[in-house]
């Protein structure tokens, strides 16, 4: 079966460069959600999209922005990246139940982003 | 607010031997459980659920989880570990009762699971 797609899987920028990774749901998943997990710790909820427009906020900086499109993969943008975003960034996708619910969120393999 | 507690942050338990990896939460609404398992370098892998209906969950590789409502708990086990099933494993929660905004899943610290030959 078709799982999440995040590309690129490695990432090495220096400081204060930008950054974007990019998230390709499961075919037919309508909601994306971003997560970032630092070196020996769990995931952390930065953000999510449904239906191109953003569904909930989390843990997300103010450098960090994100956007869904029609075919409903999703970018994250990273801008004045520093020494502390060096981390796994996931990318989890799920469908719509309606009324605001939605299923099982099902992870990509992440995109390692490494800031020297 | 919402969260996950996994008290262990690691387990060793002998191949063959049953395993239990403990989870407890706090959640305002109804509980939407989960169990992921990581392995290294890798991305989260769904194990499995339990949303509304019978209190024991059956997953994938042999693995279920017992919710308890009275103890506010979810743990996993497998009546017979293997070696292949050392990894990371993750404790999440959702709050099912409200719509919209609060579909964030918030995980535990995690627990390694060593399974010993």
């Known amino acids: 079966a078709a799982g999440v797609i995040q590309s690129p899987r490695h990432l090495i920028k220096e400081k204060r460069e930008t950054a974007t990774l990019k998230c390709y749901p499961i075919?037919?998943?309508?909601?994306v959600y971003w997560y970032q997990q630092g070196p020996g710790q769990d995931p952390q909820f930065l953000i999510s999209f449904y239906e191109k427009m953003q569904s909930d906020k989390g843990s997300i900086p103010d450098r960090f922005s994100a956007q869904q499109f029609s075919d409903y993969h999703s970018e994250l943008n990273m801008s004045s990246l520093e020494l502390g975003d060096s981390a796994l960034y996931f990318c989890?996708?799920?469908?719509?139940?309606?009324?605001?619910?939605?299923?099982?969120?099902?992870f990509g393999p992440g995109t390692r982003l490494t800031v020297l | 607010a919402q969260s996950v507690a996994q008290p262990e942050d690691q387990v060793n338990v002998a191949e063959g031997n049953p395993l239990t990896v403990k989870c407890t939460y706090s959640?305002?609404?109804?509980?939407?459980l989960f169990w992921y398992v990581q392995y290294p370098n890798r991305g989260l892998q769904f194990l499995l659920k339990y949303i509304t209906g019978d209190n024991l969950v059956k997953g994938s590789y042999g693995f279920e989880a017992e919710f308890n409502k009275s103890q506010t708990s979810f743990h996993l086990k497998k009546p017979s570990a293997l070696v292949s099933d050392s990894a990371l494993y993750f404790c999440a929660v959702r709050d099912g009762g409200s719509a919209g905004g609060y579909q964030k899943v918030t995980f535990g610290t995690g627990t390694k699971l060593q399974v010993i030959p």
């Open positions: 075919p037919r998943h309508d909601t």
């Open positions: 989890a996708s799920s469908l719509s139940l309606g009324a605001g619910y939605t299923d099982t969120q099902y």
């Open positions: 959640v305002s609404g109804n509980p939407y």
